[in-house]
C-alpha cells in the first residue's frame, strides 16, 4: 500500500495486493495495456539473456521485477512534453513512453541504426530525443543533478520565454538548439536504492528541496547494488527515513510490485510537481529476480531462500493473476497477449540481427559539434574602436565580456560560489550594497543588472554546480559556471569527464551540453600554497569532448571568452589568478563582438634562433627572458603563446620549429606528464629532421606548491630558469 506525506517522512503500512482496489482510474483497456508493456519488458530482458548467451550481444543488465512501478511512472506521465532522466533498470518505464523493441535491440547488438547511441553505449542505456530521454551514462547518480537542472532550465524558460527563440542575423549556438518547454512540465528521474549512497544524490535533494523544483525522484529499492545488501548503503536501511525531512517535497513509500498502488502513488506524486509545490520522492520497494547483470552470479552471496522469497512477489505473476481474478481477462486472454508480444519480440530480433552494425568510420562523428566550431572562421573578428580608451586588465575583460554577451543572450545563466553580488538581494537592488561579486571580483555587477535568476549563488559543491549546468545545457540555455579555484574542481571531474564531456558523443548527437566552466587557476601568488596553486590543465586536455583554452592578456581573454559562449561545444576556460590585475598585457576595450577562434596561436616575439612554446603565467617570464637573451646573448627568441589547448595551433609550432631548429617548451604545471609533453614528442615524431637539439622542457618541479615564498619561486618555473634552458639550447 501506498502511504504518503508532503514536507515530511513516511513508511510503508502492509504490504496490499493488487486484489484491494480494482481499477483506481485506469479504464480496462488501460489496464491490459499496463501488464502487456510490462510482459513485454520482461520477455525483452528474457530475449536478450539468451542472445547474450549466443554470444549476439556483448552485455546484458537485468530489468527484471521492476516492471509494475515503472510502467506505472511511464503511465503517469506525458512522454516528449516531461524530461525523463532514467538509469540502467528502466526498460519497462522506457517502453511505456513508446520506446520500441526494435530501438531496444538495436542497442544491444551494436547496430549503426542503434536510435541511442549509433553502437556506442552499452544496452539499457535509454536515449530518446523524441520522447525527452535524456542519454544516461553507466556512472551511478550523476543524473539526479542534471535532471535537477533540467528542471531549472523549463522553470527559467517560463519566466522568460522570449530567451528560447531563435535569434536572426546571428551566429552562435541557439542556432543549433530547438527548445520546447511547458509550464507545467514535469523531470524524472531514477535511481537504485544503492546509489542513493553517492553524494550527487544528496546535492541534489538539496537544490530540488530549496528552489521546490518539479523532479519527481523514483527510488527502485531491489535490496541489492549488486552483492551489497541495502542495510549495508543505507542507515537504518531504508532511504525513506533518511529523506523525511527534506522541506516542501512529497513522499511516498510503495510496494512497487503491485501495480495498483504504485500508480496510485506516481499519479499523486506527478500530480505534486505538476501543480508546482516542489519536488517528489517514490521509493518504490521492488524485486531483483535475476542476478545482477549476466557478469553476476547472485547465488553467491544470497540464499535459496531469499531468491524463492523475492519469487513469490514477482510484480508480472501478480498482476497476471489479478487480471484473471478480477475477470479483466481470462486465461485465453492472456495466452494471446503473451503470445502476440512473444512475436512483437520475435519479428524485433530478427530484423536486429541483420540490421547493419555500427563502423569505425563513424568513431570521431559528434566528439564535438559538427554544426558550429570554435575554430571556425566566422570567430576570426578584428578589434573595433570604441569610445572606451582606458586600458583594461584581464579581469575588467572578462566583466565586461559577461556583460555584452548576458545583454546579447538571455539564455545565458552565470552561477557558483560566491559569484552573486548578494544571494539576499534586497539591499542590493536598493543600492544599499555594494554586492560582492566572485572572490576576484570577476562577476561583480552582473547580478544587479541582470537580476537574482540570471546570476546566482550556488551550494558550497562543485559537482552540484558543474551537474545542474549540464541539465540545463541539454535543454539549450547557456551555464557559465565558475568554480572558485582550480584546486576545488576535483568533485566536479566526475561531471565533467563522464558526463559533460560525453554527451553529444555517447547519444549520437542527440543532446550536446555547449557550456563554459570558468575557473581561476595557477600560482605565482605569493603564499597560494597548495590548494591555491594549482594548474593541473593536461588533465582536461586529455579529455576528448571538451575545449580547454588559457589566456595570457587581456584582449585574449576577452576574445576567447566570447568565442566560449557563442560556440557549440562545452569549454573550461582557465583565467590565470596571477594575470587577472596584472600590468602585463592589458588592453583597450574591442567592443561586443571581438572573438577568436580556439587553436590559433598568437606570437608574441618573433625569432630566428630559437622557438619558446608556451601559455598562461609562463608567458610575461619567459617574455622577460627571452629579451634578456637577445640584449645579453644575442640570440633572437621566437615566443608562442598557444592560448588554446584543445585544439593546440599545431601549424603554428611546425611552421616555427622549422625555422629556428631549437625548441623549448614551457608550462607552470609540473614537467613530468604535463602538457607540454605531448607537444615535445609530437615534435619529435613529426619534425625530427628539421631539429638541430633536442626538445627541451621546463616546467614546475614534480610536487606541490609551498607557501613560503622562498619555497614557491624555486618550485615554479621563473624567468632564471627560462633563461637558462635557454641558454643552453642556444649554445647546442
Not at 530525443?129 to 551511478?140: E, G, M
Not at 508546482?276 to 524485486?287: E, F, N, R
Not at 540464499?303 to 498482476?319: F, G, Q, T, W, Y
Not at 561583480?444 to 558543474?466: M, T, Y
Request: proline share 5%; hydrophobic share 40%; glycine share 8%.
Amino acid at each position: 500500500m501506498s502511504n504518503t506525506k508532503a514536507n515530511g517522512s513516511s513508511s510503508l503500512t502492509a504490504e496490499r495486493s493488487p486484489e484491494s482496489e480494482l481499477r483506481d482510474g485506469l479504464s480496462k483497456a488501460q489496464l491490459i495495456e499496463f501488464y502487456r508493456l510490462m510482459y513485454l519488458s520482461r520477455r525483452t530482458d528474457d530475449r536478450e539473456i539468451l542472445l547474450k548467451r549466443q554470444q549476439k550481444i556483448f552485455f546484458q543488465i537485468s530489468c527484471a521485477g521492476h516492471e509494475a512501478l515503472l510502467v506505472a511512472a511511464g503511465m503517469a506521465m506525458k512522454p516528449g512534453y516531461d524530461w525523463f532522466f532514467p538509469y540502467y533498470r528502466d526498460r519497462a518505464i522506457c517502453l511505456a513512453l513508446g520506446n520500441t523493441v526494435e530501438e531496444q535491440l538495436l542497442q544491444a547488438v551494436g547496430a549503426a541504426d542503434d536510435p541511442a547511441s549509433g553502437g556506442r553505449q552499452m544496452p539499457s542505456h535509454w536515449t530518446s530525443k523524441r520522447l525527452n530521454i535524456v542519454s544516461p551514462s553507466s556512472a551511478t547518480a550523476t543524473q539526479c543533478l542534471h535532471a535537477v537542472g533540467c528542471a531549472e532550465a523549463g522553470r527559467y524558460y517560463t519566466h522568460h520565454p522570449e530567451a528560447a527563440k531563435k535569434p536572426s542575423g546571428v551566429v552562435d549556438y541557439r542556432l543549433y538548439k530547438d527548445v520546447m518547454f511547458h509550464g507545467d512540465e514535469v523531470t524524472y528521474v531514477s535511481i537504485g536504492e544503492g546509489s542513493t549512497s553517492q553524494g550527487e544524490f544528496w546535492e541534489s535533494l538539496n537544490t530540488a528541496s530549496n528552489m521546490k523544483l518539479p523532479v519527481v525522484y523514483v527510488v527502485e529499492d531491489n535490496g541489492y547494488a549488486i552483492s551489497t545488501p541495502v542495510e549495508v548503503n543505507t542507515p537504518g536501511g531504508n532511504i525513506s527515513k533518511l529523506v523525511a525531512n527534506f522541506p516542501n517535497f512529497h513522499f511516498a513509500e510503495v510496494d512497487g510490485t503491485d501495480a495498483i498502488a504504485s500508480y496510485e502513488a506516481m499519479v499523486e506524486a506527478v500530480a505534486y510537481c505538476r501543480s508546482g509545490k516542489g519536488p517528489a520522492l517514490v521509493h518504490g520497494h521492488v524485486i531483483r529476480p535475476y542476478s545482477h547483470s549476466l557478469s553476476d552470479d547472485e547465488t553467491h552471496y544470497r540464499s535459496a531462500a531469499e531468491i524463492e522469497a523475492d519469487a513469490l512477489r514477482d510484480p508480472v505473476l501478480k498482476m497476471q493473476t489479478w487480471l484473471m481474478r478480477e475477470g479483466i481477462l481470462d486465461a485465453q486472454g492472456i495466452d494471446d497477449l503473451e503470445r502476440k508480444v512473444d512475436d512483437e519480440i520475435q519479428r524485433a530480433t530478427d530484423r536486429v540481427l541483420n540490421a547493419p552494425l555500427a563502423q569505425p568510420e563513424s568513431i570521431l562523428k559528434h566528439v564535438y559539434s559538427e554544426d558550429l566550431r570554435p575554430t571556425d572562421a566566422v570567430f576570426a573578428t578584428e578589434p573595433q574602436p570604441t569610445a572606451d580608451k582606458s586600458e583594461h586588465t584581464m579581469l575588467d575583460m572578462i566583466n565586461l565580456c559577461l556583460h555584452d554577451e548576458m545583454r546579447r543572450d538571455e539564455r545565458i545563466v552565470i552561477f557558483g560560489e560566491d559569484v552573486a553580488d548578494a544571494s539576499r538581494d534586497k539591499e542590493l537592488m536598493a543600492g544599499k550594497l555594494k554586492g560582492k561579486g566572485g572572490v576576484f571580483k570577476v562577476t561583480h555587477g552582473l547580478q544587479k543588472e541582470f537580476g537574482s535568476d540570471r546570476v546566482f549563488n550556488s551550494p558550497l559543491a562543485e559537482a552540484n554546480i558543474v551537474g545542474r549546468a549540464i541539465g540545463m545545457a541539454v535543454r539549450g540555455m547557456k551555464p557559465v559556471v565558475e568554480i572558485q579555484f582550480f584546486d576545488y574542481i576535483w568533485p566536479a571531474v566526475h561531471q565533467m569527464r563522464n558526463e559533460l564531456a560525453v554527451m553529444r558523443w555517447r547519444s549520437n548527437g542527440q543532446f550536446a551540453c555547449p557550456m563554459v566552466i570558468r575557473v581561476p587557476a595557477g600560482g605565482y601568488l605569493t603564499g597560494g600554497s597548495i590548494y591555491h596553486s594549482q594548474s593541473g590543465e593536461s588533465i582536461f586536455t586529455h579529455t576528448p569532448g571538451v575545449r580547454i583554452v588559457m589566456p595570457s592578456n587581456a584582449l585574449d581573454a576577452i576574445g576567447l571568452l566570447r568565442t566560449a559562449i557563442r560556440c557549440d561545444d562545452p569549454v573550461i576556460f582557465l583565467e590565470h589568478k596571477n594575470l587577472y590585475r596584472s600590468v602585463f598585457g592589458r588592453g583597450q576595450y574591442p567592443g561586443p563582438e571581438y572573438t577568436i577562434p580556439f587553436g590559433k596561436a598568437a606570437v608574441v616575439k618573433p625569432g630566428k634562433d630559437l622557438t619558446v612554446i608556451t601559455y598562461g603565467a609562463v608567458v610575461p617570464r619567459a617574455l622577460e627572458a627571452a629579451r634578456r637573451m637577445e640584449r645579453e646573448r644575442g640570440v633572437d627568441v621566437e615566443l608562442i603563446d598557444l592560448r588554446s589547448l584543445t585544439p593546440y595551433d599545431w601549424e603554428a609550432i611546425a611552421t616555427s620549429v622549422k625555422k629556428t631548429s631549437k625548441v623549448i617548451v614551457a608550462h607552470e604545471d609540473m614537467r613530468s606528464w604535463g602538457f607540454g609533453a605531448e607537444i615535445a614528442a609530437r615534435i619529435g615524431d613529426e619534425l625530427f629532421h628539421d631539429l638541430d637539439a633536442p626538445v627541451r622542457r621546463v616546467g614546475a618541479m614534480d610536487t606541490f606548491c609551498g607557501y613560503q615564498p622562498l619555497l614557491e619561486d624555486a618550485i615554479l618555473p621563473q624567468v632564471e630558469h627560462l633563461f637558462a634552458a635557454m641558454s643552453e639550447l642556444a649554445v647546442f
